[in-house]
Nanobody
């Protein structure tokens, strides 16, 4: 049974930082691209960042480039999202997701962790 469990969310002031973590189990982690998504109240879920299975290639949503950094530890089956210079508009539930390499859609999702940025 595949599980993705996020942690690290919370309340932070604008300009502050948070580090989200996602622990994966039940899958061959190194064969999956790992992504972060978020959903703000009243809005659709949106892509934030992805790191390919190689641990080398990354892509980011334009509005988070230079502020967020995705990383992974294949040995620990962990993926992280370091979020700096947080803005009020970053407030959302953040989800970790796994997509098999070369797949079109994400196969597995975590339950989400709330990030609230006060202005």
């Amino acid at each position: 049974q595949v599980q993705l469990v996020e942690s690290g969310g919370g309340l932070v002031q604008a300009g502050g930082s948070l580090r989200l973590s996602c622990a994966a189990s039940g899958l061959t982690f190194s064969r999956y691209d790992m992504g972060w998504f978020r959903q703000a109240p009243g809005k659709e879920r949106e892509f934030v960042a992805v790191m390919r299975s190689s641990g080398i290639t990354t892509y980011y949503k334009d509005s988070v480039k230079g502020r967020f950094t995705i990383s992974r530890d294949n040995a620990k089956k962990m993926v992280y999202l370091q979020m700096n210079s947080l803005k009020h508009e970053d407030t959302a539930v953040y989800y970790c997701a796994a997509k098999v390499v070369a797949g079109l859609n994400y196969d597995y999702w975590g339950q989400g962790t709330q990030v609230t940025v006060s202005s």
